[in-house]
């Protein structure tokens, strides 16, 4: 499994190329980008961000200090402004409280860090695995749903194996390498973006060969 995963990822960085994930300034931007991009796509995220930043309230303790309406106002392209606002002040809570900082929480050992994430109101696994990958620099595999199509149209997972079950495929083959899973998770988007779609575009895909869509085209 690990030399099979390894060749698709190898496929793909040949034809994309390293894309340098995640864009962001800070690893404190990481996060709230994590959380904000819940439910909606990053193009809306990337407005929202604009507005904190034109604010001058993206910091961890400028965030904190913003009455929560008007956080909820300046991240409204982002959708469900409401609830994202509160569990970006529960995601602060749970930073300052335990920790006093984002570096000091991410000392911490990050298997034990990610069960106290998942236990922050609002932290799923993927925002969690999201965190610890592209603020921390842990490496902790992000799933998601473009993780889900891609490799179950190659025969690896099934569409609907739940999130740990997928993640543990990927963490228990290949080798624990942050950078790796970075760059493999950025491709696996950009694919399902460009050519492993819904309605999948197979022309010039570099993983039809041995792909279960390549072979009805």
């Known amino acids: ?14 034809y994309y190329g ?3 994930w995640w864009p962001a300034d800070t690893p404190f931007e990481v ?3 994590a959380i904000l991009t ?18 001058g309230v993206l910091s961890a303790a400028a965030l904190w200090d913003l009455e929560p309406e008007r ?30 900082s984002l570096d000091a929480m991410f000392e911490r050992d990050w298997r034990e860090l990610r069960e106290e994430l ?5 932290i799923g696994c993927e925002t969690c695995d999201s965190i610890l990958l592209y ?16 490799f179950s149209r190659l025969g690896i ?30 491709l696996i988007v950009q694919h399902s973006k460009d050519h492993c779609r819904k309605k999948q575009r197979c022309g010039g895909c570099p993983l039809g060969a041995r792909c279960c869509c390549h072979s009805l085209h």
């Open 1 to 14: 499994m690990r030399n099979r995963l390894m060749e698709i990822f190898d496929l793909l960085l040949a």
């Open 18 to 20: 390293p894309l340098h």
């Open 31 to 33: 996060c709230v980008g």
């Open 38 to 55: 819940q439910n909606t796509n990053w193009g809306n995220v990337e407005k929202a961000i604009v507005n904190l930043k034109q604010e």
């Open 71 to 100: 956080l909820a106002e300046l991240i409204r392209p982002s959708g469900f402004f409401n609830i994202k606002s509160t569990r970006l002040k529960d995601f602060l809570r749970f930073v300052i409280e335990r920790y006093g």
């Open 118 to 122: 998942l236990g922050v109101r609002g």
């Open 135 to 150: 603020a921390g620099g842990k490496p902790s595999f992000v799933v998601d749903a473009y993780t889900r199509r891609l």
């Open 157 to 186: 997972v099934k569409e609907n194996d739940d999130y740990e079950t997928v993640r543990a495929l990927f963490m228990n083959a290949l080798p624990s390498d942050a950078d790796l899973f970075n760059e493999y998770h950025a």
